[in-house]
């Protein structure tokens, strides 16, 4: 989930949109096109970004609950890579997307803050992914198979 809305992000705020046509021909856009294009694009986003809302945050509260049940409980509930990476994945998805809901064509437009945004947004997607994988370490079976191959 979280990487196909990472992935609709750069479709939708890609850079090169504004440069060359579909056939590679060069486009000349004059600025109040551009942001009309963006604020269409942003307005398409802003659902993809509460459904990422809403799936960082229950993610965040699975996180939450595992530390809760921890606090109360006799037999303590081991924190392994999966559990670590978990956490990471909620809390960058969590802030991830509350930066984009404030997010404007101006700051699109603009190179520095959007440059921060694709990077953050990158950070997002490999934390994601560092948690697929790491599912992979946590079943024995796997592991020991990944660890034969390297």
Do not use: H
């Amino acid at each position: 989930m979280f990487t196909y809305i990472n992935v609709k992000y750069q479709s939708l705020f890609n850079s090169t949109q504004f440069i060359a046509d579909e056939n590679g021909e060069p486009i000349d856009i004059d600025i109040k096109e551009k942001e009309r294009i963006l604020d269409q694009n942003l307005q398409e986003f802003s659902t993809f970004t509460k459904l990422g809302q809403i799936t960082s945050f229950s993610c965040l509260m699975s996180v939450i609950g595992q530390f809760i049940f921890n606090g109360f409980s006799k037999e303590k509930f081991p924190f392994d890579k999966w559990s670590i990476l978990d956490f990471a994945n909620a809390i960058t998805n969590t802030i991830c997307f509350g930066m984009f809901i404030p997010l404007t064509a101006n700051d699109l437009m603009n190179e520095t803050t959007k440059e921060l945004y694709n990077w953050i947004q990158v950070l997002a997607i490999l934390v994601s992914w560092a948690r697929f994988l790491s599912l992979f370490l946590v079943i024995q079976s796997i592991s020991i198979l990944i660890i034969t191959l390297f």
